[in-house]
């Protein structure tokens, strides 16, 4: 694995590492092809570096309500996020904001940069709500980091869905069309 071991601690333990995850998506049967690069925190970076990948490529975020519910949310790059409406859309007790570097990481395994759909892996206790944009749901084949930054995998649309399933994760969908803010 590049940049050496994954030795991040999760709210269950131990978190898991790239070769973890690729033989869990093995063992469920689901092909991927990962490609390595350096590492890439933003959107932008990714856009530049990745050549020609393809597929509906990934943007995440990490937030929580006002209650402490925390969600992924793992949308279409090109999506635009509106924090001051986002809550109505996903069922957020009030207005969302970022959770920070420690509790994204106690909670998910990874830090921010490296934030991915695949990070679900490492919240065995469920505490994470999914959100995914149905945007992404219109690619057959969708990217995301295989739990660092320093690489690209391309999984088929159905297969991550399955991936989320095994890992006891139900997605909620969220609309293209956000609600208009109060």
């Known amino acids: ?27 469920l049967g689901i092909e991927t092809v990962t490609v390595d690069h350096p590492p890439l925190h933003t959107v932008e970076e990714s856009q530049a570096l990745r050549g020609e990948i393809a597929g509906g490529h990934t943007k995440n975020l990490v937030v929580k309500d006002k209650k402490g519910s925390v969600f992924l949310i793992v949308a279409e790059e090109n999506l635009v996020l509106d924090l001051k409406v986002l809550h109505k859309a996903i069922g957020a007790q009030g207005r969302v904001s ?14 921010p940069g490296s934030v991915t759909a695949f990070a ?18 219109s690619h057959d ?4 980091h295989p739990l660092t930054n320093e690489a ?25 069309e956000l609600p208009a803010e109060a």
């Open 152 to 176: 690209t995998t391309t999984i088929r649309r159905d297969d991550l869905l399955r991936f989320f399933d095994a890992t006891g994760h139900e997605p909620l969908i969220l609309p293209r």
């Open 1 to 27: 694995m590049v940049g050496g071991p994954q030795t991040m601690m999760t709210g269950t333990g131990m978190a898991k590492t790239r070769a973890e995850l690729g033989e869990m998506l093995e063992a």
């Open 120 to 137: 679900l892996i490492n919240d065995g206790d469920h505490a994470v709500r999914l959100v995914l944009d149905e945007g992404l749901l």
């Open 141 to 144: 084949m969708v990217n995301c």
């Open 98 to 111: 970022f959770v920070g570097a420690e509790q994204m990481t106690a909670m998910l395994g990874v830090a």
